[in-house]
């Protein structure tokens, strides 16, 4: 059984850098898009981007210029970085095992990240 | 790249089917046989039903079916229960620089 768990802080301040880890259990890291995908009010459901085990990485064009995803195999974990962060980069955040077809057929249960000073 | 377009709310009585469209363009939607679609209970993550248009995961109802014509695609979930109260949110692949678009999101009532 897949199981994916989202780890990081809960409160990042203005202009910082918002970091999260992505642990796995259960599943080979190959031959997937191990994605990061945040839910907000105002915005619903937003792909970030996402990184493959030989860490090639795709993002979002929108946050690209802000966005760092990485894979660390030997943990079996993935990370995302989001720097400069602002009060509309609240959201709930998940990881999610993205298969080709760009569907995601695990989840984390989400990590709540409040942007505030 | 714009949410595909899903109407916010949707509702039928207990044992009727609602159906859920989710337009998007030629550069999803209608461009690739990748739409997924999921349903999400409050507080919890989304949970996938529908994938590559009209296929099911292992273990969902065949009661949800997925289709496709043009850039609008369809979710249909016949005879309605309480568990189907929900959010329901449509993806497709939109090419690999913008893996996936979400729509924004159809809440279900079973009245």
């Known amino acids: 059984q897949v199981q994916l768990q989202e780890s990081g802080p809960g409160l990042v301040k203005p202009s910082e850098t918002l970091s999260l880890t992505c642990t796995v259990s259960?599943?080979?890291?190959?031959?997937?898009?191990w994605s990061w995908i945040r839910q907000s009010p105002g915005r619903g459901l937003e792909w970030l981007g996402y990184?493959?085990?030989?860490?090639?990485?795709e993002q979002i064009p929108s946050l690209s210029s802000r966005v760092t995803i990485s894979v660390d195999l030997s943990t079996s974990q993935f990370s995302l970085k989001l720097r400069s962060v602002t009060a509309s980069d609240t959201a709930v955040y998940y990881c999610?095992?993205?298969?080709?077809?760009?569907?995601?057929?695990?989840w984390g249960q989400g990590t709540l990240v409040t942007v505030s000073s | 790249q714009s949410a595909l377009t899903q109407p916010p709310s949707a509702s039928g009585s207990p044992g009727q089917s609602v159906t859920i469209s989710c337009t998007g363009s030629?550069?999803?939607?209608?461009?690739?046989?990748?739409v997924s679609w999921y349903q999400q209970h409050p507080d919890k993550a989304p949970k996938l039903i529908i994938y590559?248009?009209?296929k099911r995961p292992s273990g969902v109802p065949d009661r949800f079916s997925g289709s496709k014509s043009g850039n609008t695609a369809s979710l249909t979930v016949s005879g309605l229960q309480d568990d189907d109260e929900a959010d329901y949110y449509c993806?497709?692949?939109?090419?690999?620089?913008?893996?996936?678009?979400f729509g924004t999101g159809t809440k279900v009532t079973v009245l």
């Open positions: 999610a095992r993205g298969v080709y077809g760009a569907y995601f057929d695990s």
């Open positions: 259960g599943s080979s890291i190959s031959s997937f898009y």
């Open positions: 990184v493959e085990h030989h860490g090639r990485t």
């Open positions: 030629n550069s999803d939607v209608g461009g690739y046989n990748y």
């Open positions: 590559d248009v009209d």
């Open positions: 993806s497709s692949f939109a090419g690999f620089n913008n893996f996936a678009v």
